[in-house]
């Protein structure tokens, strides 16, 4: 069965730093893109990042650009969110997701993920 547990959310205060860690289990997690997501109350699910399965490449929306770093360990199945400098905005629950089809590239675009962990609550304070 695929899992994907986030884990690593909390309050924090604007300009401050968390790290969001993505836990994988139940397929073979080095062929695939993974993804951290957000949603915020009322709004819809937006992507934040995604990196390739070697962590050879990486894509970052704009609004985190600069900010968040992704990484992976593929011995570990585990994928981090490095967030920091943090702003209010970027409160929202985040999500780690699996890639639909194994070896390809995708970037975060929602649509292109259908396996969802729970989520983790990041908090902003101003």
């Known amino acids: 069965e695929v899992q994907l547990v986030e884990s690593g959310g909390g309050l924090v205060q604007a300009g401050g730093s968390l790290t969001l860690s993505c836990a994988a289990s139940g397929f073979n997690f080095r062929d695939y893109v993974i993804g951290w997501f957000r949603q915020a109350p009322g709004k819809e699910r937006e992507g934040v990042s995604s990196?390739?399965?070697?962590?050879?490449?990486?894509d970052y929306v704009d609004s985190v650009k600069g900010r968040f770093a992704i990484s992976r360990d593929n011995a570990k199945n585990t994928v981090w969110l490095q967030m920091s400098s943090l702003r209010p905005e970027d409160s929202a629950v985040y999500y780690c997701?699996?890639?639909?089809?194994?070896?390809?590239?995708?970037?975060?675009?929602?649509?292109?993920?259908?396996?969802w962990g729970q989520g983790t609550q990041v908090t902003v304070s101003s």
């Open positions: 997701a699996r890639a639909r089809v194994a070896w390809r590239w995708y970037g975060p675009t929602p649509g292109d993920y259908n396996y």
């Open positions: 990196i390739s399965m070697s962590a050879g490449s990486s």
